[in-house]
């Protein structure tokens, strides 16, 4: 069996860090794009009305482009992503149940400019239903992960 790394990534932060992680530990690594890519004004979280709040408080599903050949051979799953009002952007969940993480070790990962990780587990269990361990936390950089 074998490590996955995948993420999400708004601003490039998520990108780096799990980049580096995932050639630091020979992971496969995935990127979790949305079909429809957001701009500056999308992620814009001090509007209200701007794309990334809609999607969260609105439980919206948010497509997502390409997909894992062979999930099934991986057994463990980091999933980095920014963190979004104390948890996962709606592309996070979108991505989470295509995928059956059933016995899988699951590991989020998130890059935050002051917000903490909020109930950020208890809220993706559903989508990766049947992991057999699922944690999350705030990194800072790439040895947050290393000693993860």
Known sequence: MSTLV??????????RIAKEFAASISADIFEI????????????????LSRCNKEQFGSKEVPVEGTIAEFD??????IGFPIWYGAAPRVIYTFCKDYDFKGKKVYAFATSG???????AEKLAPYVEGAASLDAK?????????NY
């Open 33 to 48: 794009v949305p079909k429809e890519p957001y701009t500056a004004a999308d992620i814009n979280w001090k509007n209200p």
């Open 6 to 15: 995948t993420y999400f990534s708004a601003e490039g932060n998520t990108a």
């Open 114 to 120: 002051g917000s903490g990780i909020g109930k950020t």
């Open 138 to 146: 705030i990194i800072k950089n790439v040895d947050d992960l290393t």
């Open 73 to 78: 051979k991986y057994d463990t799953i980091y």
